[in-house]
Each structure stands twice: as structure tokens, then as C-alpha cells.
């Protein structure tokens, strides 16, 4: 059976055709401005009366979604099936299985993993039995279940919404339940073959999705790490200094140095010449030239991540994508996880003026190397060694969804082919028929749910959903044994003997 | 880009074109096995230690999934999304548009919804902020959207998983967190006709699901409450009474009435007369025979239901599916928001013997309509009447996999297409130059993450896998510009020119 398109010809151009945004029509973090119309009711005790058990009094509430979640319209739907597609079918390209894990964990799962933000966990409450939290990310359970399992080697896919207990600032597109999708690559095997995929993978998505220009950070925490202990910080202070250096992308260096001085007791020299490490940026020559630093290359662990780096370069030239590389020592990721190389990509701006930096206007994916992640939940401490990334894929809807309100299209919301009307009265009987024969050919139809809806209304209907097909029974029709099928674009109209209809309108399916 | 088949050809016939099962071989309460062998773990601190900080001490942990949940495995997730690309189809056939809401509500959206079972939902933690419960089901929240957004007419469609802390009897393929699939028509219609719908929806989605026979129990609110009217049942008892008269699929009518007596308080001779009532089941002839019933004739509610059954019907048998559905008065359905017409569908299984009748072997989906429940959202108390069904997928998946697993069928969890092979050392540049082409053409492509891997290890995994195509890359191809490919089945290679090898690959492909 043929499929009809989920959108019109221009929308779908609008939504995966579009390389060019038209100038300033768009700003990434002005998005989600319709969750902002959510309505708020006081409902009246009268009308929950009939309902109540008679003992019981309820004070008014609020109707709502909870704070920092939303429903998704039909709309919204639609437009994240394409692109959860689109990401599925690349994740597939690449050999990965599809695995699924529940909403929560044992608390004790999710226990120091996350560093700084294991704040943000929800908790279940305690209804007897075990202490349960809503899972945080996907990586987390996905060691877990190597571990339980003991699988010592698995590429797999898995998409599903997580929740953090974020302050929510829905303007910037932050949700408290979010959707994620992650590619991970677990087994032991020769350095940098699955990171530079993982990387690959990050670039057919962002480049598929035609988001505009984008750029991936590199960086790997052993660097980081020697860069830490050749400055001087103390071992115990690496993980908080490392949340601090995962600022930078939001704050200033002087506002990131004043956490650490004031906030983390760093000394003020230390502060500084980690400075002089984390500002720098650039291709695989920033690779070569670390390798010549006085200081860092006394450091074990800051070599091996280099020489790690330095691969990964080759192999990313071997999958033609190395320009679209950048090594960043600022970048952190503040996930207490990652062992290696770690990577976020970027959307970038084109500048108003030639002269200046594309602008980074968030990160829309990310990820990285978590060799010790599946040992902490082993008994015997066995590691898997892992890499994977997770696509941002909440800012990819709104940048979609934004760049369509901007052109103004319109999305059809349901897949509908044939509409089932009648210009006369008591036809009920007739159109159950007609439709239900519609059914059961696999054919997607509606008809209206009432006695004797009018003709205009119908065809109205028709033209509002987008409905490309009506067939039309009447008194005539049915003595002649035949069918009225109107083109609702053309208004064409053509008599089709009852026997032929279902061909027919498959032709014409196939043929649109 | 053609598709291929995510299974192989005989494992299809067993997942959709196997109508009869093996005698004997299904049991379809056996199910899940899998999750039984689930493994414990103890984690020995040692693992931890250089993870945690270092005033903090751990007892040792099990490491496990939550109680009544599992991760649905490869095999699993394959079964699933087949199944719920079926159910999803035929919803958009009928004109439904996709909704998604949060995981969790606000506790007071779910409070009184869902009688004796709100004892099952699971609250989150007080963390300060709102009081949150994760949703039971889907129906309250689509009520709690359309009051919200103030939609008065809505067809959707929504996937999604639920979670209720029922003791878990994992053998009989209950579990704590399950996906439900849910199709629902909001909106002030003429009578009867979503309505018939719903039930022609649940006949084309078990016929296409090709489980076997199955029935469809048919009841309506008002004439249970008319029955329990007649036969003297006080009004505050209603809700109770009728929660009893649910569980008669699993307990006898002795055990149900010892319960109304015992534990409701209900005078015994009343209980005998809804006794007489509830085991009384037929077709449209039990309709008709009810109207003519003395007593429930008399009752204005009961009366309003038997007039909607009798519509229904007709509606039914121009949809062709009459014989299908029973009259069923002992169907009563837990849920305190039916207000209506409810059903449940039902798998028959053909007894060993001719003259047996068929075996009820459990519910599948169920639904009915709830006129009240938007009213008890909206601060005026105004309705939208809504009817929708569900769809127990969780059994549907178990039926499917025990059913393969009887076949002994093996599932494709990957979709590669094409290995990327070399039978020589120092090779991986060029195959990861010739992956990064397939990749970039759409082709699903797979290599092996080591330097020197052997032809042997490589050959294997694809058979395996079941990948169909490999192309292989040595020293003598690259002298001469060729590739080899090789198909798995015949074992049969041809030397192919680079430059035709992805046009010959998805010729290839879009004959397979």
C-alpha cells in the first residue's frame, strides 16, 4: 500500500529541504513559546460531587501539567516522529540493536554517578519496598544491564525520555522530562575505531537533520586531568574543578576562575594557569603542539590522551569529517563518568558580519569514552570498556519546530485518505458499509459520527485536514450501483462503479 | 533506499502469518520465562572505591531492575516495534492524531479516577514543590488535556508506557511498568457511532495481529447499574458491588457472591438476584430479551443502555463484525469513570475437544465510554463525552515471543546490510575510507573494530548476524581498483570496480 506523505509538498521542504534559515528569522533559545499559553483552571467542587465518596472534602485545584513538563500536540507529535526516525535509521545504519530499560532504577543505581547534579535525581517515595529514582540518563542503565547481564560487547540504540529536576527555564528549551537518544558502543577493542564512528554518527545526524552549520568539541579527561595535576590542584579537588572548567561554554573565564579561587579553595595561581590551558582551541596542530608543552608532557596520563587524540584525527580524515572537528581543552562534560575522550557539538550562527566567529548557539549533542562505569556495578569490578553519545534531540524539535512557524506551514496532523460523505439525509447505513469495506483494503478513512451531517461541512472538513479523496453516496449512486469520487484539490468529480472503487482510489494513492 | 526485512523469511510467517499455534505447544500464561533468569549481584566496595568520595561508605548492593519491571532485550525491542507499528497503523487508518503527555501528573489529576486500584500508583518523592504520581493509565490525562486546552472534539492515538505497583505475578506477564496503546474519540456525536468504531478498530488490530479466535464481551454501565437497582443493591454500594461483579472472569459466581455478602455487606437474597442477571450471556437476542425482562424494564438507565446496545449492533453487523461480540452482563470493568458502554476482548482458545467450549485464555483490550470524566477537569463541570478502547500489548508481545520461541526462529536485532571485510594486516584505512562511502550512500554497514581481525572472525559474525552481503578489501583489489563481494548465502564473490560498488551493493539490496 502506497503512503501518503505525513506533510505537504512545501512543509516537508520546510523541514528536512531547508539548508539556509532566511536571515534573522531564527533564534534557537527563543523557543517553546507555546507551552507558555498553558491554561490554568480552578475547578469547582460542584462539579467533582457526584464523583467523591461521601466522606471525603477536596479543596480546589489547579489543573496543569507538573512544573517543568508538557503535553506534545499532534503537531509536535508529527514533527518528532520524522526526526526520532531519522535518528533511529542512522543509529540502525551503523549496526546498533535496540534495547529498552524501565523508567526507574533502584536508587542506589543512579548513586554517585552524576557528580554535581545527582541533586536533580527524582526520587519515588517510599510506598514500602524498594527505593526507587526515575532514571537521569540512559547511559547509567545501560552499564547496569551490561553488568547484570554480563555482556562483554554490544552496539546498541535506545531512545526514551529521561527527568531532572532542573530549575526549568522553559524559555532556553530546558524540560524536566525529556527525550533522549543515545548510541553507545560497548567491548573491548583497538583505540579510537568506535569513538571516531561515534563521532561519524554525530555527523550524519546534525548534517541530515540540515540544521545549519555545526561544529564537535573534542577533549578527553586524562588531558584534563594532567592538565589539572601539572597546575597543581590537589587529586581530591579534580572532579569539582572539572564541573567548574564544564562552565566555560556559559560563562566567562574570569566567572569560572572566581568559582574555583572563592568557591572550590583553588589557589589563585593554580586557577591561573589553567587558564592559560582551557582557553585554548584548535584542530589536530593544537594536538601536536600540546605535545610539545614543557609541563604536559612530563604528565602520563595527558600523553596517553593525546596520543589518543592524535588517532582519532586519522581516522576522522579517513571519514572525511575532520574539519568539522575542533580540539577544545575547555570542554568537560560534567558528568563524573567519562574516562576519555570526551565530545559536544555545536550549532553555529552565521555572523552578521564576515569579519567576526560563527556564534555558538547551543549544543545539540554529546558524549564520550566511560571505560569505568560497568565495573563500579560488577561484583568482581570487571570493566567494559564504553564509548557513545546522546543527540540533544529537545533543541532539534524547537529549532524544527521554530523554523517552521516561520514559514508559516502547516503540518497535517493525521494521515487520512478518503473521506466518506453523503449529500443526503438517513445515508448512515450506507456509509458504514462503504467505509468499513475502506478498512479492511488497508485504507485510511474518515466519515463524520453523525446521522446527517451536511454535504458543505463535509467537504470543509476535507479541505481543513488535507484530505486529498472523498467518495460521495447518494440516492442516484446507489440505484446506478456506483460512486461519486472527488479529487478535493481539483473538485473533480468522476462516477466509479462500486466494485472498482478500492482499485481505483489505491491507483490514484499511488499515483499522488 | 529499499528495506530489508528485519527477519528472515520463515520467522515472518511465524510473527504475522501463522494463524493456527501447534496444538499444545502455546500456553499463553507461560509466558516471560526470559525475565526469571534474571541475575544478582553482589558489588564489592573494592569496584567502588575510587569512584566514591571518600567520606562515604556503601554497604553492598544487589544489583538488579526494580521489582515488577525488567529491560526489554534486543529480541524484545524487535518483537515491540513490529507489534506497535501495526497498532499505530491501523489508529492513523482511522483518522487518529498522536498525543504525548508526561510520566507523571499532579496527584490531585489522579486522585479519585480509579476506584479500589488508587491504592496502586506510585507517588514520587516529596522534594519540595508539587506533589507528583506517576500516571496509571492514559485515559485521565487525555480527560485532564482536552479540560486543560478546552478541546471538545479530539480522535488520538497515544503510546506510551504506565506503571502500577501490582504484586508482581511476573508469570502471569504482569509487570509494574507496561505499555499501553490507546485510541479514543472525544466529542458530542450521534449515538453509537464511535462507538462502533472502537470495537471495529479492536477486531482489525486482533485479526491483523493474527492471534487466533478472540471474542469481544460487551456491557454497558447503566444497565449493570440498572440491574443492581432493580435487584435492591443501595446506590452507595454501586461502585463496590460492581468492582465485585469485574472480577467474575477470574472468580466464580460462588466466590464473587461470598464476597458481596461477606465483605460488602450485601443482603444475601440481593446478591442472588444479581446472580441470576450477571451469568446471562448472548447476542443481540439477549438484548431483545432483556427489554422484556420485568423488572429491568422498569428502570429508566437500564433501559437507555439496552437502547444503545441494540444500535450498536446494527452498526456492528453493517461493519461485518456481529459475530464477534457478546453481550455479556457479568462484564463490569474496575475503572470508576465508565459511564456507558464498556467492552473487553477476549482470546479463545479451541478446546481439545469438540464438544468443549472455547477457552477464555485472557484479556487482551478493553474499553468502554466515560462521559464524566473531562467534566470532573473543568472548572464548570462542562463534558465532553469520550469512548476509546486499549490495547494489552504487553500479553500480545508475550503471546508473539513464546510463539517464535515454540517455532524456534531466530530474530534479526541489527539491519546491516553489508560487512566491511579484509583477509590482510594493516588494512583498516582503507576499510574504514570504503564504510564511510557506504554510510554516506544510506547503506547500512558494519566493520569490525580491530586493526588485524581474521577473514575466519569476520565471515562468522555475518553469518551470525545474518548480514547478506560483505565486501572485502586486500592488498591484489586495491592494486586493481577492485572490491570483492561476496553474498553469505551462496558464499559466491565477483570482483566489482570501486567506483560501482555502491550502485551494484543497492542493486543488490532492492532485489533481496
Same mark, same amino acid.
Given at each position: 500500500m502506497p503512503q501518503l506523505g505525513l506533510l505537504h509538498g512545501r512543509a516537508w521542504a520546510v523541514l528536512f529541504g531547508q539548508l539556509r534559515r532566511p536571515p534573522g528569522a531564527v533564534c534557537i533559545r527563543a523557543v517553546? %513559546?507555546? %507551552?507558555?499559553?498553558q491554561q490554568y483552571f480552578q475547578v469547582a467542587e460542584a462539579a467533582l460531587a457526584t464523583q467523591l465518596k461521601p466522606h471525603q472534602e477536596k479543596s480546589n485545584f489547579i489543573i496543569k501539567t507538573p512544573k517543568g513538563t508538557r503535553?506534545? %500536540?499532534p503537531q509536535q507529535v508529527v514533527v518528532r516522529e520524522k526526526i526520532l526516525d531519522m535518528v533511529v535509521s542512522c543509529f540502525k545504519r551503523h549496526g546498533a540493536k535496540g534495547l529498552d530499560t524501565p523508567a526507574f532504577e533502584l536508587k542506589e543505581t543512579l548513586t554517585e554517578k552524576y557528580g554535581e547534579d545527582s541533586g536533580l535525581i527524582y526520587d519515588l517515595k517510599d510506598q514500602g519496598g524498594e527505593l +526507587?529514582?526515575?532514571? !537521569?540518563? +540512559?547511559?547509567?542503565? @545501560?552499564?547496569? !544491564? +551490561?553488568?547484570?547481564?554480563?555482556?562483554k560487547k554490544m552496539k546498541r540504540y535506545h531512545v526514551g525520555k529521561v527527568w531532572r529536576r532542573e530549575s526549568p527555564t522553559i524559555a532556553q528549551g530546558r524540560y524536566r522530562e525529556f527525550c533522549q537518544c543515545d548510541f553507545d558502543i560497548a567491548g573491548q577493542f583497538d583505540p579510537m575505531i568506535p569513538d571516531a564512528e561515534c563521532l561519524k554518527i554525530m555527523c550524519e545526524i546534525l548534517s541530515g537533520l540540515q540544521l545549519g552549520d555545526f561544529l564537535i568539541k573534542v577533549n578527553d579527561r586524562r588531558i584534563l586531568d594532567g592538565i589539572f595535576a601539572v597546575c597543581g590542584v590537589p #587529586?581530591? &579537588? @579534580?572532579?569539582?574543578?572539572c564541573s567548574s572548567v564544564d562552565k566555560l561554554d556559559k560563562m566567562s573565564w574570569k566567572d569560572v576562575r572566581h568559582e574555583m579561587v572563592a568557591k572550590k579553595g583553588l589557589a589563585a595561581e593554580i586557577a591561573d594557569r589553567i587558564g592559560d590551558y582551557v582557553q585554548c582551541h584548535g584542530g589536530v596542530s593544537l594536538v601536536k603542539q600540546m605535545f610539545q608543552d614543557p609541563r604536559l608532557s612530563q604528565n602520563k596520563q595527558a600523553l596517553e590522551g593525546l596520543g589518543d587524540l592524535k588517532l582519532l584525527f #586519522? !581516522?576522522?580524515?579517513?571519514?572525511?569529517i575532520a574539519e568539522k572537528i575542533s580540539f577544545d581543552l575547555s570542554l568537560a562534560r560534567g558528568l563524573d563518568y567519562y574516562t576519555g575522550v570526551i565530545y559536544e557539538a555545536v550549532l553555529l550562527q552565521t555572523p552578521a558580519h564576515a569579519e567576526e566567529e560563527p556564534l555558538n548557539v547551543g549544543s545539540v549533542a554529546a558524549g564520550g569514552r566511560y571505560d569505568g562505569l560497568v565495573g563500579m556495578f560488577d561484583p568482581k569490578g570487571h570493566n567494559v570498556p564504553c564509548v557513545g553519545l546522546s543527540i540533544g534531540v529537545e533543541r532539534i524539535f524547537s529549532i524544527v519546530e521554530q523554523r517552521m512557524k516561520t514559514f508559516g506551514e502547516k503540518i497535517r496532523t493525521t494521515e487520512t485518505q478518503? @473521506?466518506?460523505?453523503?449529500?443526503?439525509?438517513?445515508?448512515?447505513? #450506507?456509509?458504514?458499509? +462503504?467505509i468499513a469495506e475502506l478498512w479492511d483494503a488497508g485504507i485510511k478513512a474518515e466519515l463524520m459520527y453523525k446521522n446527517n451531517p451536511k454535504l458543505l461541512t463535509q467537504l470543509h472538513y476535507c479541505e481543513n485536514m488535507g484530505i486529498p479523496l472523498v467518495v460521495i453516496i447518494g440516492e442516484q449512486e446507489l440505484k446506478e450501483g456506483v460512486i461519486m469520487l472527488r479529487s478535493v484539490a481539483s473538485r473533480e468529480e468522476v462516477a466509479i462503479t462500486r466494485e472498482n472503487l478500492?482499485? #481505483?482510489?489505491? &491507483?490514484?494513492l499511488s499515483e499522488s
Amino acid at each position: 500500500m502506497p503512503q501518503l506523505g505525513l506533510l505537504h509538498g512545501r512543509a516537508w521542504a520546510v523541514l528536512f529541504g531547508q539548508l539556509r534559515r532566511p536571515p534573522g528569522a531564527v533564534c534557537i533559545r527563543a523557543v517553546h %513559546s507555546h %507551552s507558555q499559553g498553558q491554561q490554568y483552571f480552578q475547578v469547582a467542587e460542584a462539579a467533582l460531587a457526584t464523583q467523591l465518596k461521601p466522606h471525603q472534602e477536596k479543596s480546589n485545584f489547579i489543573i496543569k501539567t507538573p512544573k517543568g513538563t508538557r503535553d506534545l %500536540s499532534p503537531q509536535q507529535v508529527v514533527v518528532r516522529e520524522k526526526i526520532l526516525d531519522m535518528v533511529v535509521s542512522c543509529f540502525k545504519r551503523h549496526g546498533a540493536k535496540g534495547l529498552d530499560t524501565p523508567a526507574f532504577e533502584l536508587k542506589e543505581t543512579l548513586t554517585e554517578k552524576y557528580g554535581e547534579d545527582s541533586g536533580l535525581i527524582y526520587d519515588l517515595k517510599d510506598q514500602g519496598g524498594e527505593l +526507587l529514582s526515575l532514571r !537521569y540518563d +540512559l547511559t547509567v542503565p @545501560f552499564a547496569r !544491564y +551490561l553488568a547484570m547481564n554480563k555482556v562483554k560487547k554490544m552496539k546498541r540504540y535506545h531512545v526514551g525520555k529521561v527527568w531532572r529536576r532542573e530549575s526549568p527555564t522553559i524559555a532556553q528549551g530546558r524540560y524536566r522530562e525529556f527525550c533522549q537518544c543515545d548510541f553507545d558502543i560497548a567491548g573491548q577493542f583497538d583505540p579510537m575505531i568506535p569513538d571516531a564512528e561515534c563521532l561519524k554518527i554525530m555527523c550524519e545526524i546534525l548534517s541530515g537533520l540540515q540544521l545549519g552549520d555545526f561544529l564537535i568539541k573534542v577533549n578527553d579527561r586524562r588531558i584534563l586531568d594532567g592538565i589539572f595535576a601539572v597546575c597543581g590542584v590537589p #587529586e581530591s &579537588k @579534580f572532579h569539582a574543578i572539572c564541573s567548574s572548567v564544564d562552565k566555560l561554554d556559559k560563562m566567562s573565564w574570569k566567572d569560572v576562575r572566581h568559582e574555583m579561587v572563592a568557591k572550590k579553595g583553588l589557589a589563585a595561581e593554580i586557577a591561573d594557569r589553567i587558564g592559560d590551558y582551557v582557553q585554548c582551541h584548535g584542530g589536530v596542530s593544537l594536538v601536536k603542539q600540546m605535545f610539545q608543552d614543557p609541563r604536559l608532557s612530563q604528565n602520563k596520563q595527558a600523553l596517553e590522551g593525546l596520543g589518543d587524540l592524535k588517532l582519532l584525527f #586519522e !581516522y576522522l580524515t579517513l571519514f572525511g569529517i575532520a574539519e568539522k572537528i575542533s580540539f577544545d581543552l575547555s570542554l568537560a562534560r560534567g558528568l563524573d563518568y567519562y574516562t576519555g575522550v570526551i565530545y559536544e557539538a555545536v550549532l553555529l550562527q552565521t555572523p552578521a558580519h564576515a569579519e567576526e566567529e560563527p556564534l555558538n548557539v547551543g549544543s545539540v549533542a554529546a558524549g564520550g569514552r566511560y571505560d569505568g562505569l560497568v565495573g563500579m556495578f560488577d561484583p568482581k569490578g570487571h570493566n567494559v570498556p564504553c564509548v557513545g553519545l546522546s543527540i540533544g534531540v529537545e533543541r532539534i524539535f524547537s529549532i524544527v519546530e521554530q523554523r517552521m512557524k516561520t514559514f508559516g506551514e502547516k503540518i497535517r496532523t493525521t494521515e487520512t485518505q478518503v @473521506f466518506v460523505a453523503t449529500p443526503q439525509k438517513n445515508f448512515l447505513q #450506507e456509509r458504514l458499509k +462503504l467505509i468499513a469495506e475502506l478498512w479492511d483494503a488497508g485504507i485510511k478513512a474518515e466519515l463524520m459520527y453523525k446521522n446527517n451531517p451536511k454535504l458543505l461541512t463535509q467537504l470543509h472538513y476535507c479541505e481543513n485536514m488535507g484530505i486529498p479523496l472523498v467518495v460521495i453516496i447518494g440516492e442516484q449512486e446507489l440505484k446506478e450501483g456506483v460512486i461519486m469520487l472527488r479529487s478535493v484539490a481539483s473538485r473533480e468529480e468522476v462516477a466509479i462503479t462500486r466494485e472498482n472503487l478500492v482499485a #481505483e482510489i489505491q &491507483k490514484r494513492l499511488s499515483e499522488s
